[in-house]
């Protein structure tokens, strides 16, 4: 198992160091970020000034030297547009979205995988078919349409529930959570809804799929003639052997999740990392563009690591083979 994960290692460095590069080259390629710094008085000395101290004007590879000397010391930079720590405004806005994606996992999980084992046991029943022919939507409708419609009826028809921003936030010192309060819960539910719909429709089908090719299999049909119950069946037996495609869904949903949050924080206008990126896209913020690349990267590359381990822990066949 160690040669295992260790090999896994050497591949997520080597996928670090292609995102870090293609970071790096935000910095040379989009944009002059002086022009972004500085008004239009601004002199040509005062213009090469700045370049000087951004070192812009130094070698690339000295560049990239220093730029990945940064990132291993967790130090991504001044903003351009608010003259602030990168690492301090990541880490005020994390919160945020750590825990849309938090909720956003918890829905698609739990009604994901209930319908799919339902539709995947009563495959012929006209529920499994209306939540089937539903559960297109999640797949069909961009997000940025599902959370704009559920503002129009949520928020601005029904008025249950307000329809941007993040409410009813408490400081515990090191964080910063809307879970504690009812103002934060109703702020939430719109933005975790939309951005659980396309993930929650891939595992209700994944679900779907492996538990009626398990249910035709030779082990369950014997489980039967031992006289076991319907609920061990279908759960301690069929269920359990859709784990491994279940797991690869559960780390790509998750990865999938903080990806979506972009486009569903923008929408909501919820002040998580997400905004904060399309933010820095308006104004050529390269430093926050560069540091939310390599962020997201890292955190695919830890849920890949992860889901990896655990295909090695579930799958004897894994195991086997190493």
Do not use: C
């Not at 206008?269 to 560069?290: E, H, R, S, Y």
Request: glycine residues 6%; charged residues 15%; positive net charge.
């Amino acid at each position: 198992m160690t040669f295992f994960i260790l090999k896994r290692l050497a591949q997520s460095l080597l996928v670090m160091a292609v995102v870090s590069a293609i970071s790096f080259s935000l910095f040379n390629f989009v944009g002059d970020p002086v022009n972004n710094m500085v008004g239009q008085d601004a002199t040509r000395e005062q213009r090469i000034e700045i370049r000087q101290q951004l070192g812009l004007d130094d070698p690339i590879l000295t560049q990239y030297t220093r730029f990945m000397g940064n990132i291993l010391s967790g130090d991504f930079g001044l903003s351009y547009r608010i003259k602030r720590p990168v690492d301090e405004l990541i880490l005020e806005r994390l919160p945020a979205t750590l825990e849309l994606v938090f909720v956003s996992a918890i829905i698609a999980l739990a009604v994901g995988i209930t319908l799919g084992v339902y539709t995947g046991i009563r495959r012929k029943s006209w529920v499994s078919r209306v939540i089937l022919s539903t559960s297109l939507i999640g797949v069909s409708l961009p997000t940025f349409i599902i959370g704009i419609a559920l503002i129009y009826v949520f928020a601005v028809h029904l008025r249950w529930l307000p329809s941007s921003g993040r409410s009813g936030t408490v400081d515990l010192g090191w964080w910063k959570t809307s879970l504690l309060t009812s103002d934060g819960w109703r702020a939430i539910v719109l933005p975790a809804i939309t951005l659980s719909l396309f993930q929650l429709t891939l595992i209700l089908r994944l679900v779907r799929a492996e538990m009626m090719e398990v249910m035709r299999t030779d082990f369950i049909k014997f489980a039967r003639a031992r006289g076991l119950s319907e609920r061990a069946v279908n759960f301690r037996h069929a269920l359990r052997n859709t784990l491994v495609p279940v797991i690869t869904i559960i780390g790509l949903n998750i990865g999938g999740l903080i990806a979506f949050s972009v486009i569903t924080e923008t929408v909501f206008q919820w002040p998580g990392t997400g905004l904060m990126f399309i933010q820095a896209v308006d104004f050529v913020d390269v430093p926050i563009m560069a540091a939310y690349l390599v962020f997201v990267a890292l955190l695919f590359v830890l849920i890949n690591l992860i889901v990896d381990i655990l295909y090695f822990v579930v799958d004897p066949r894994i195991r086997l083979g190493s």
